[in-house]
């Protein structure tokens, strides 16, 4: 993200993202770059299709996390093998290195990272917040201290969006202030709730590519059920090809997050029935069951890669802590019904035990896992709702 790599206004209109080659037949007619198609319900669960540029996502989605371009340890190959439609990567890091004007000169990200399918790009508003020395929030932006140089940066609305259309994502994120869910002072998150909105019209007047990229705003409102009303009115006013709930899984109660959840995709008050809706930052299983439950389609989060890395697995009773001693002498596949490369190809629990802290390779297996494991959780989940069975 550094100065003579921000992109412009007036900067050259980045290369065509490549269309899905294949079988399937996209219903995109020229200049469009969503279609949402809803094909089963079973309650408030829904099982439908977003036609993208890159292809089609069957949702309900769990897009696994690919920070910088990459997950970690995984070729995109191998990544793409498991089976995922859709990827999520993160705007402040790629636009930080390798930087927006180098990924607009290669043709944007699926160029870059070799990926043949659907990206979607954060806005870049919550690593301000989670994971930089933030200074301040102003109207123009988000002002912070790079980490790596130290520099003294700021991401506006307008910048965010620039990022987005030169790492050419599917579906990229309006900046939003975001506030945590637990954050005690109202004034203060009303105050992020109404800029939010202001950055999202600032973010339509600077998306360049509509035609080939799908802007999602973000509701906001923390667990203040008047200002997530207020939020879901305005946003809805916007007519976006989708919408994205944030500003969850920050350490609320269960039943104030799930009340919220409930809220936004309530009928008619809630996000419109028919767009996609999009769940940010949450990845445990109870939490995904039940907000499929209340009718969300697509989730993101890094946890079942994070936790890979520290030894642990995901199964159905939970979680699996290879590094316990107790799997020493257990030769059993991680999960002996999974199908993944990992279980499949019986690395057994005994063998990831004894290289968990050794070997990166151990990290990379059951990430494999991990990853498998969320995307089949959520295709049993859309088989169950067309099945009316959820």
């Known amino acids: 993200m550094k100065h003579s790599e921000r992109p412009g206004p007036n900067r050259s209109k980045s290369p065509e993202p490549k269309r899905f080659k294949g079988d399937y037949q996209s219903p995109l007619k020229p200049g469009e770059a969503l279609q949402f198609e809803l094909q089963g319900t079973d309650g408030r669960a829904r099982a439908g299709v977003v036609h993208l540029p890159h292809g089609p996502v069957k949702t309900p989605v769990f897009m696994p ?14 990544v793409d093998a498991l089976g995922p439609e859709i990827i999520l990567a993160n705007t402040y890091h790629l636009g930080t290195s390798p930087g927006a004007g180098l ?18 790009t954060d806005s870049g508003g919550f ?15 988000v002002h912070f201290q790079n980490p790596r140089t130290k520099e003294m940066m700021m991401l506006t609305p307008e910048e965010s969006m620039g990022i987005q259309n030169s790492i050419g994502a599917d579906i990229m994120m309006a900046l939003d202030d975001v506030v945590s869910s637990t954050y005690e002072d109202r004034d203060r ?14 973010c339509i007047a600077a998306h360049k590519r509509p035609e080939e990229q799908n802007l999602f705003g973000i509701v906001q409102g923390g667990l203040d059920r008047e200002l997530r009303s207020w939020c879901l009115a305005e946003i809805k006013k916007r007519e976006l090809p989708g919408y994205a709930i944030g500003g969850l899984s920050g350490g609320e109660a269960k039943e104030s997050f799930w009340q919220v959840v409930e809220q936004c995709t309530a009928q008619p008050e809630g996000l419109p029935a028919d767009r996609p809706r999009y769940l940010m930052g949450v990845g445990y299983t109870l939490d ?3 907000c499929v439950a209340l009718g969300v389609d697509m989730f993101d989060c890094v946890y079942p890669t994070r936790t890979a890395r520290f030894g642990t697995a995901l199964v159905r009773s939970g979680q699996m802590r290879l590094n316990r001693s107790d799997y020493r002498l257990d030769f059993k596949p991680i999960d002996p019904e999974c199908s993944c490369p990992t279980c ?17 390779v151990c990290a990379k297996l059951i990430t494999v896992h991990n990853i498998h494991y969320m995307l089949t959780l959520l295709r049993e989940c859309r088989a169950a709702i067309l099945d009316k069975r959820f």
Not at 129 to 139: F, H, Q, R, Y
Not at 189 to 202: C, F, P, S, Y
Not at 352 to 357: C, E, G, W
């Open 189 to 202: 998150m009303k105050d992020a709730v109404e800029r939010t909105i202001r950055w999202l019209d600032r």
């Open 127 to 141: 690593q301000m917040v989670s994971l930089l020395k933030l200074l301040s929030i102003s109207e123009e932006g």
């Open 65 to 78: 996390v690919g920070t910088y371009g990459t997950i970690k340890g995984l070729l995109s190959e191998e």
């Open 103 to 120: 990924l607009q000169k290669v043709g944007g990200l699926h160029e870059y990272m070799h990926w043949p399918r659907n990206l979607l």
């Open 288 to 290: 995904i069951i039940c």
């Open 344 to 360: 499949k190809n019986c690395y057994t629990r005994a063998y990831l035990h004894s290289i968990a802290a050794k070997e990166p």
